[in-house]
């Protein structure tokens, strides 16, 4: 299984140059107050995975340090894999390692999306799936593998169905040009046949004047075209459209005359309704302002009692005051007392303490020189055994330059064999090259005669048909040449060419074949010729370069150890001899190491403690009596000062007279209290009285507003200044007698159209034969008929064969559409999972009952949201969550999605301060969701939080489990923030 096993971090907003956290199995808390860095930390983890802050989108820039050019991450994988990032100032993003390497996953998977969908939860709900919008959200859920796959297909499906609608409609076109012409040229022959039978019944003079009386009656002003129908024509339209809004108008003025019977009803219940509303808001009124009056004297009456108890408590205070000084007095004398004796015993203890540290003292002075002594030994070691280990180094890289000799040699051998092999394939290139230009000629050559056995079989085919067809068996002369021949032989003559031309050119086909197949097997032959060359050469390319590679290397070697080509071999038999001499040294001073003095660092550690111990609690006792010193002046003054205060004065009478007050305040607050319930009472029902003025003054000011309504309803009807039954009825039979007279109009005028039409049509034939000519040009209009029906059927078969194609590659889409609904489904089972995590750690019903995830596809394009239920209605959830339950939502829905969904073997959760809106027992329901995830599914998580006592809980929370966890907190210094291990 993958981890993280470590992170460094340089330069990232405020933090310090090499910030760096060990990670490992359990859980990894980043501990630090809001805006010290936490999430900074993440976000850096995020641009070495998917090479980009998401939230830092246009603005890269802010990522890096004010104080540098440049901000640095390295990730460090349990499998040796590492990963470096760095960010320019300039947004100039450059990265080392093979993310999709390292996380085991192909170059097709979309990393950011993944990776912010099931392993980082960010502070920013805005930026997640659950509160993005539908189309973003949909767009994540396809990154999943279980759906990429379809979607991606799915997205070809635009394209794929616009290019077979294009040439659909390029063919569509086609054939509806030519269906229209046909059409148009068949109703020009269909009109033309007819207008011969056609003969108008009525006079053009009589269908004339009828309509010019029509369009009088309904005042339209049209101009006559007596000599032009066509244009008349087109004017009628006025005429019927005016008739016909007419009509419109009367039946609308009818059905709101006939439906305003059952208002004129509701306007007589508003009146009586006004009149009554009214004497209720007067008698409310009269008992709200006897209620006000009596407000007014309750008021004065506790202003009154205030006053009393405010004389009553300022004499009970300067009465209390008095007995507090007697007191106090008392006081004050007993702790001189006590302090007095406590100085003299700090002062013992503060000269035992100083005798005890001077011991101390001497006892350090002697460790440290002995430690001097052991230091400058173990230096003298550490340089003996760093100059051997030099030394093996040295001869290590002298080996290593004889065995790069020994490989040099090998691959100049292998380079020489590969010249050879090239030279070997070259001549063979150079043969086969001329064998396929002479097979190219020859079947150039044979091509040239097909074409030409083509071209001639046709003219002779032609040309001897026609002799063929005036030849009989009594023919004698042939009619090309003019030679003689017996009866019948002419015949059988002719009819043998006929028959032998064919298998001619069937032979020169054959042929033609033979020489291209010869063609091809010769260039195939070239063509892997060529391709063993350039395979020889790539080899020979690679081993040349590892030869020079292997100098460079060699040429480095010597120049680290300073050799040149004669000091080589000195070196070589020199090294054995000082490494020996080296070790023999070593030796020595390991011997005399067992002199030294021995020396107990805990003893040490001790005497430092006890002697730092020792030191505090001198400082503490000085402190403490020099602040009794001060305690007890302070004190002697006070006594003096409260001695002359209470001069004059006796204790016992001042407490009686505390008593008596305290009784007469007692009686005075019983008052107030009385006083105020009457004031509460009265309120409350001098506001109920206000409340039912309101309400009834509204419900008059709704009825008011209808009559309004009404009022302007009815004078749109022109029938007098107030509504009136019998009015109504009366205009409602006039109306019905108009409307009746405009359908007879109306008729009328839908039989002169149609007699004008016709009388048009009749004086059209002239005109329909002229454009039948136009249409067939030189040709006879039954011959171009024929030829548009024949251009009609080609386009249509065209049409039906992209069609069907189109279709097939439609139903195809369709099934992939199936599917993906499928996966849908799936994708939907996740909610199963999410709502087990969510009741584990959110209470609201609304939400742990709810659907949750919605997903669908909607124009191609799939769609996502997060649903919930109330009164049958789906509401989105983040309309109804708090900030604390939107953020449970999307944690579980990660958790969810990582465990369902894996799509890398590296498990990890990056957890951003996901319980900041939680008090620690909302946060301990994640806690231990959490701690299942690592000890059930060997999750590794890395969890930031501001609140000390939340990391502490999960600490122990894990540790009761057995479950590894540390604990690093945040910390800014002036060169930026840092990081130390604190758990």
Same mark, same amino acid.
């Given at each position: ?56 989108? #246009? ?212 009146? *009586? ?16 302002? /006897? ?28 009465? #209390? ?12 004398? /007993? ?27 001497? /006892? ?20 003996? $055994? =760093? ?18 000799? +020994? ?53 002779? =085919? +032609?040309?001897?048909?026609? @002799? ?6 009594? +023919? ?53 010729? =060529? ?5 020889? $050469? ?11 590679? $292997? ?50 660092? =805990? ?37 003096? *000062? ?9 204790? %016992? ?66 029938? #007098? ?7 109504? /009825? ?6 019905? #007698? ?12 839908? %039989? ?141 829905? @990660? ?16 957890? %951003?301060?996901?319980?900041? !809106?939680?008090?620690?027992? !909302? ?6 969701? &959490? ?28 540790? $009761? ?8 907190? &945040? ?13």
């Amino acid at each position: 299984m993958i981890q993280l096993d470590k992170i460094e971090v340089s330069n990232a907003r405020r933090l310090g140059e090499k910030v760096q956290i060990e990670f490992g199995e359990g859980a990894t808390i980043l501990l630090a107050p809001n805006g010290t860095g936490k999430t900074t930390i993440f976000e850096a983890i995020e641009l070495a995975i998917t090479g980009e802050v998401q939230r830092l989108r #246009g603005n890269k820039d802010a990522f890096v340090n004010a104080k540098s050019d440049n901000m640095n991450v390295e990730l460090y994988f349990n499998n040796k894999e590492f990963i470096k990032a760095t960010l320019h100032k300039n947004g100039v993003y450059n990265r080392e390692g093979d993310i999709n390497k390292i996380l085991g996953i192909s170059q097709d998977i979309s990393i950011p999306y993944l990776f912010k969908m099931t392993h980082f939860f960010e502070q920013n709900t805005k930026n997640w799936f659950v509160s993005c919008d539908d189309t973003e959200a949909g767009k994540l859920l396809n990154s999943l593998p279980i759906s990429s796959e379809i979607q991606n297909i799915l997205s070809k499906k635009t394209s794929v169905l616009r290019s077979f609608t294009n040439i659909e409609n390029n063919v569509k076109m086609e054939w509806e040009k030519y269906s229209n012409e046909l059409k148009t040229f068949e109703e020009l022959l269909n009109k033309k046949v007819e207008l011969n039978a056609t003969s108008p019944e009525l006079k053009l003079e009589d269908v004339l004047k009828g309509i010019k009386s029509l369009a009088l009656k309904y005042d339209v002003q049209i101009e006559t075209y007596d000599n032009d129908l066509n244009k008349l024509s087109i004017k009628l339209s006025y005429v019927r459209n005016k008739i016909v809004e007419m009509r419109e108008k009367c039946l609308a003025d009818y059905n709101k005359l006939f439906s305003y019977e059952d208002r004129i009803k509701l306007y007589i219940k508003n009146k *009586a309704m006004i009149t009554e509303k009214n004497e209720k808001i007067n008698i409310y009124k009269s008992e709200k302002k /006897k209620k006000e009056q009596s407000l007014n004297g309750l008021v004065t009456e506790k202003n009154k009692l205030m006053e009393e108890l405010d004389e009553l408590s300022q004499s009970e205070f300067k009465v #209390g005051q008095i007995i507090s000084q007697f007191n106090e007095l008392e006081l004050k004398k /007993k702790e001189i007392v006590v302090n007095k004796e406590n100085i003299e015993k700090y002062r013992k203890e503060e000269k035992e303490t100083e005798e005890f540290i001077e011991n101390q003292n001497k /006892k350090i002075e002697d460790y440290c020189h002995s430690q001097s002594v052991i230091q400058d030994f173990q230096d003298s070691l550490k340089r003996h $055994n =760093e100059k051997l280990i030099n030394l093996e180094k040295k001869k290590e890289k002298l080996n290593d330059i004889e065995e790069k000799i +020994s490989t040099l040699l090998a691959e100049k051998t292998k380079l020489q064999g590969l010249k050879n092999l090239i030279d070997e394939e070259n001549e063979k290139k150079v043969n086969v090259e001329e064998q396929v230009g002479e097979y190219k000629r020859c079947y150039v050559s044979q091509k040239q005669n097909v074409e030409l056995l083509k071209k001639s079989e046709t003219e002779i =085919e +032609s040309a001897l048909s026609v @002799i063929r067809q005036n030849i009989t068996e009594e +023919s004698r002369i042939c009619p090309l040449c003019q030679a003689k021949y017996e009866p019948g032989v002419l015949l059988k003559k002719i009819t043998k060419i006929l028959t032998t031309l064919n298998p001619l050119f069937n032979d020169a086909i054959i042929e033609e074949k033979k020489a291209h197949d010869l063609v091809k097997k010769h260039e195939k032959s070239l063509a892997e010729i =060529e391709k063993n060359i350039e395979t020889l $050469n790539t080899e020979y390319d690679k081993t040349n370069q590892l030869i020079n590679q $292997n100098n460079i290397i060699i040429d480095q070697i010597k120049r680290d150890l300073v050799l040149g080509e004669e000091s080589f071999e000195y070196e070589k038999s020199n090294i054995n001899l000082r490494i020996r001499e080296q070790k023999k040294v070593i030796l020595e001073l390991k011997s005399e190491e067992e002199k030294l003095p021995k020396l107990d660092i =805990e003893d040490y550690n001790n005497v430092m403690l006890l002697k730092q111990s020792k030191e505090r609690r001198l400082a503490q006792l000085k402190s403490e009596i020099n602040s009794l010193k001060l305690v007890i002046a302070n004190n002697s003054s006070d006594i003096e *000062a409260l001695e002359k205060s209470i001069k004059d004065k006796d204790s %016992d009478e001042s407490v009686a007279e505390k008593n008596k007050y305290t009784t007469e305040l007692i009686n005075c607050k019983q008052k107030l209290l009385s006083n105020e319930n009457k004031y509460g009472k009265t309120k409350d029902e001098f506001q109920r009285l206000t409340e039912n003025i309101i309400y009834e003054e509204e419900a008059l000011s709704t009825i008011n507003a209808t009559q309004a309504n009404l009022l302007m309803e009815w004078k749109e009807f022109n029938l #007098g200044k107030n509504p009136d039954e019998q009015k109504v /009825k009366n205009e409602c039979v006039r109306l019905e #007698g108009v409307i009746l007279q405009i359908k007879k109009d109306l008729q009328a005028f839908y %039989d002169l159209q149609n007699r004008l039409s016709a009388w048009r049509i009749f004086l059209e034939d002239e005109e329909i034969s002229k454009k039948i000519a136009s249409m067939a040009g030189t040709k006879s209009a039954e011959k171009y008929h024929n030829e548009l029906k024949n251009k009609v059927i080609d386009k249509a078969k065209k049409l039906e064969d992209i069609t069907m194609k189109k279709e097939a590659v439609n139903a195809f889409l369709n099934e992939i559409l199936k599917e993906s609904d499928e996966v849908q489904l799936q994708l939907g089972l996740i909610n199963d999972s999410w709502k087990r995590i969510l009741k584990r750690i959110v209470i609201n019903p609304l939400i742990t009952t709810a659907p949750l995830l919605k997903n669908e596809t909607h124009r191609n394009k799939q769609m996502a949201s997060t649903i919930a239920t109330i009164r049958d209605k789906g509401i989105d959830i983040t309309d109804i969550a708090s900030e604390g339950q939107i953020a449970d939502i999307q944690l579980s829905f @990660i958790l969810a999605l990582a465990n369902e969904y894996s799509w890398t073997p590296w498990k990890a959760l990056l957890l %951003d301060d996901p319980v900041q !809106h939680h008090d620690l027992v !909302h946060a301990s329901s994640v806690f231990d969701v &959490l701690r299942d995830y690592i000890a059930d599914l060997g999750y590794q998580i890395m969890l930031s939080t501001h609140d000390k006592l939340q990391a502490d809980f999960f600490v122990r929370k894990l540790k $009761n489990d057995g479950i590894s966890s540390r604990i690093y907190q &945040l910390v800014p210094r002036k060169e930026g923030v840092t990081v130390e291990q604190t758990g």
